[in-house]
């Protein structure tokens, strides 16, 4: 069974960095088959990719997000991880990390393994 659990701080102030992370078990996430995503949910919206990780490496992040975002992994611990900089109120949203396809995805049926989600917030 894949699992996929999002970690990370809930409240982050403006301007500051917003870092995630997503511990993978089950598989592992050099599996060149699959793409491992972020995916946010602000509220009253609904999902907005931010970008993915293939199994060899290579990062693809959402064209609105590109400038903020870096996405990197630890293939040690199976874990690949989410920052976004210079964050704003916009940014406040549900992170959920996902095993999929590449990119731009934004249904829940996408995606055939999500994390719980992680709720974030930013606000001084």
């Known amino acids: 069974q894949v699992q996929l659990q999002e970690s990370g701080p809930g409240l982050v102030k403006p301007s500051q960095t917003l870092s995630l992370t997503c511990t993978v078990s089950?598989?592992?996430?050099?599996?060149?088959?699959?793409?491992w995503n972020w995916i946010r949910r602000p509220p009253g919206k609904g999902l907005e990719w931010v970008g993915a990780?293939?199994?060899?490496?290579?990062?693809y992040y959402s064209p609105s997000l590109k400038s903020r975002t870096s996405i990197s992994r630890d293939t040690s611990k199976n874990q690949f991880t989410l920052d976004v900089t210079s964050v704003t109120p916009e940014d406040t949203a549900v992170y959920y990390c996902?095993?999929?396809?590449?990119?731009?995805?934004?249904?829940?049926?996408?995606?055939?393994?999500w994390g719980q989600g992680t709720q974030v917030t930013v606000s001084s």
């Open positions: 089950g598989d592992h996430i050099t599996h060149d088959l699959y793409y």
């Open positions: 996902a095993r999929g396809p590449c990119c731009g995805y934004s249904e829940a049926n996408d995606y055939d393994y």
């Open positions: 990780i293939s199994g060899s490496g290579s990062i």
